[in-house]
Structure formats: structure tokens, C-alpha cells
């Protein structure tokens, strides 16, 4: 069974910054892509970012370019959000997700089959 849990979430003044963890078990983590996503209520799930761990390609949405940074850690089967510049308009749950392709990714929800419980983060003016 794939485990997903995220944590790394808070409240932080605007231009703050955080770093989100991914634990992941259950899964080959070499061969899969690991993304990031967020949510606020009322709107759809976004994607943030993602990184392919079987080509170590990474993709960002265009909010975020400059700002958050993706990476990972094969050792530890984690993945990891470093979000630095923070807006309030950051606010939301941010979700990690796997996808089972590995080779490549994009930030779209519905290529990713299994989900993290969230972690708030909560950016003030």
C-alpha cells in the first residue's frame, strides 16, 4: 500500500519561507514522480510542482518559478518543497502525490493515483 505523509506546514509572515517534507512508502520511490499540489476551499486543486525521480526532470507551475524549489532524497524516500518569498496567496493545503511514471511529469491531479492527508500552510500579510 502507498503512504503518503506530508508534513512541514504553519503559519509564516509574507516573504518567510518553509520546507515541506514527503515521506513515501510502499512504492519503488526510484521509478515514480513525486508532486506537489495545493488546494483552497471553493477552487481547484493546482498543481506546484513535481520532480521525476527515474530522469530527475522537475516541473513548476508559473506562481512559483524563482520561489519554490523541489528536490528529493532517494535515501530517505522523500521530497521535499522549499518555499521561500512566501505570499499570502501561498495560503492553502499543499497535498504530495505519486505518479507511478517516473520518466517525466506533469502537474496535472488526475495523473497521480495516490495522495498525502495535506499540510496547512498559512501565510500572513
Known amino acids: 500500500e502507498v503512504q503518503l505523509v506530508e508534513s512541514g506546514g504553519g503559519l509564516v509572515q509574507a516573504g518567510g519561507s518553509l520546507r515541506l517534507s514527503c515521506i513515501a512508502s510502499g512504492l519503488d520511490f526510484d521509478d515514480y514522480a513525486i508532486g506537489w499540489f495545493r488546494q483552497v476551499p471553493g477552487k481547484e486543486r493546482e498543481g506546484v510542482a513535481c520532480?521525476?525521480?527515474?530522469?530527475?526532470?522537475?516541473d513548476y507551475a508559473d506562481p512559483v518559478k524563482g520561489r519554490f524549489s523541489i528536490s528529493t532524497d532517494n535515501a530517505k524516500s522523500t521530497v521535499y518543497l522549499q518555499m521561500n518569498s512566501l505570499k499570502p496567496e501561498d495560503t492553502a493545503v499543499y497535498y504530495c502525490?505519486?505518479?507511478?511514471?517516473?520518466?517525466?511529469?506533469?502537474?496535472?491531479?488526475?495523473?497521480?493515483?495516490?495522495w498525502g492527508q495535506g499540510t496547512q500552510v498559512t501565510v500572513s500579510s
Open positions: 520532480i521525476a525521480n527515474g530522469d530527475g526532470s522537475a
Open positions: 502525490a505519486s505518479d507511478w511514471d517516473g520518466l517525466g511529469c506533469v502537474l496535472a491531479a488526475d495523473l497521480f493515483d495516490n
